[in-house]
Structures are given as structure tokens and as C-alpha cells.
T-cell receptor
Framework: EGQLVESGGGLVQAGGSLRLSCSAS????????MHWVRQAPGKGLEWVVG????????RIADSVKGRFTISRDNAKNTVYLQMNSLRAEDTAVYYC???????????WGQGTLGTVSS | EVVLTQSPGTLSLSPGERATLFCRAS???????LAWYQQKPGQAPRLLIY???NRATGIPDRFSGSGSGTDFTLTISRLEPEDFAVFYC?????????FGQGTRLEIK
């Protein structure tokens, strides 16, 4: 079925940077789009960014465009989220998510909390 | 950006009752690109329904989805104690994915 394990969350000051990692196992990582979805404390879900199987295509939410980037290493079965120029409103649990054929998300990690202090 | 509005915000029902949750899109959405998720406290969301009406692997048949265009519905035919949670709809269009704000299903 597969598993996704995020790491790299923590506390950072506003204006700073954070890099999240997501390690995948139990499925053919290189065959799937990978995404990051976030959830602010007590709030709903917000899709952040997604990357195609070979890294050639990226889709990104307007709210993070120009500040966040996604990358992947298919040899290491890992996807990354580089977050720069962080704001207090970026504080959230960040989920690593597998994308599936009909543009839905069928496998979720447990999430990692990124906190931005102002 | 397509905005998804879920209703009601909170639904209070008892085990054994039928639950009907709604998701309305600000513009027409392809049925192929509409999904539903369940999230329990402290857990990651779980895919329930994809392409508007297809149950994900392992999802009980008491969960069903329907709808087209701008109006979609998630129905739970007979509520079990473990079904109480927050439910989100999600769509894809124009290279963007959006979620509804969620419906909280609570025990009455």
C-alpha cells in the first residue's frame, strides 16, 4: 500500500527558511506525482504544491508562489519542500501526499509541524 | 480558482442514522476530479471517494458519493460510531487543487 514519512518540521522566525523531507516506501515512487498539503492549527486543508513523476512539471498554489519550491530525488524515494520567506500564516502541519490518476490524493503521511514565530 | 462550499458546517446525528453532506462548487467541476476525505482528530485525512462516486480501497459500502457540475453529495447510509469526523471535498481544475472548508459530523 505504501508509506510516507515526513521530517524537518520545527520552529523558525518569520522571514526564515525551513526544508521538509518526505521519505516514501512500499510503492514505485517514480510513478507518482507527489504533493504537499498543509493544515493550519484548527483549520481546513490547503494544497500547496505538486511535482510530476520526473520533476519536469510543477503546480503551485498562488499563496506560496515565489517562496516555496518542491523537488524530488527518485533514486532516494524522497520529495522535498523548501520554504523561504516564511510568514506566521505558514504555520501548519505539512502533509506529504501521493497524487493519483484522477487528481486526488490517495496516500498521506502523518504530517510534520512547521511553526513560524513573528 | 474554484471555491468549494460545504454544508452544513456541523451535522449532529446518532449512530444508525443517515448522513448527507453537500459540496457546492463556484463553477462547474468535472466529476472525474471530485474527491471526498475523512479526517479524525490527530490523524491525517483518508481518501473516501474519488471521481465523485468511486469508493477508495477498503472504504465500506455505507459510504457513497454522487453529483455532477457544481453540486456533489457524500452519503453515509447508516452511521457507525467510528464515522464521526470532519469531511472534506476536493477538486482539481486549471492546474489547481482546492478543498472545501469541511463538515464536522458529530454524535448527537
Amino acid at each position: 500500500e505504501g508509506q510516507l514519512v515526513e521530517s524537518g518540521g520545527g520552529l523558525v522566525q518569520a522571514g526564515g527558511s525551513l526544508r521538509l523531507s518526505c521519505s516514501a516506501s512500499g510503492f514505485t515512487f517514480s510513478s507518482y506525482w507527489m504533493h504537499w498539503v498543509r493544515q493550519a492549527p484548527g483549520k481546513g486543508l490547503e494544497w500547496v504544491v505538486g511535482m510530476s513523476t520526473d520533476g519536469s512539471s510543477i503546480r503551485i498554489a498562488d499563496s506560496v508562489k515565489g517562496r516555496f519550491t518542491i523537488s524530488r530525488d527518485n533514486a532516494k524515494n524522497t520529495v522535498y519542500l523548501q520554504m523561504n520567506s516564511l510568514r506566521a500564516e505558514d504555520t501548519a502541519v505539512y502533509y506529504c501526499v501521493r497524487g493519483s490518476g484522477y487528481y486526488y490524493f490517495d496516500l498521506w503521511g502523518q504530517g510534520t509541524l512547521g511553526t513560524v514565530s513573528s | 480558482e474554484v471555491v468549494l462550499t460545504q454544508s452544513p458546517g456541523t451535522l449532529s446525528l446518532s449512530p444508525g442514522e443517515r448522513a448527507t453532506l453537500f459540496c457546492r462548487a463556484s463553477q462547474s467541476v468535472s466529476s472525474s476530479y471530485l474527491a471526498w476525505y475523512q479526517q479524525k482528530p490527530g490523524q491525517a485525512p483518508r481518501l473516501l471517494i474519488y471521481a465523485a462516486s468511486n469508493r477508495a480501497t477498503g472504504i465500506p459500502d455505507r459510504f457513497s458519493g454522487s453529483g455532477s457540475g457544481t453540486d456533489f453529495t457524500l452519503t453515509i447510509s447508516r452511521l457507525e460510531p467510528e464515522d464521526f469526523a470532519v469531511f472534506y471535498c476536493q477538486q482539481y481544475s486549471n492546474s489547481q487543487y482546492t478543498f472545501g472548508q469541511g463538515t464536522r459530523l458529530e454524535i448527537k
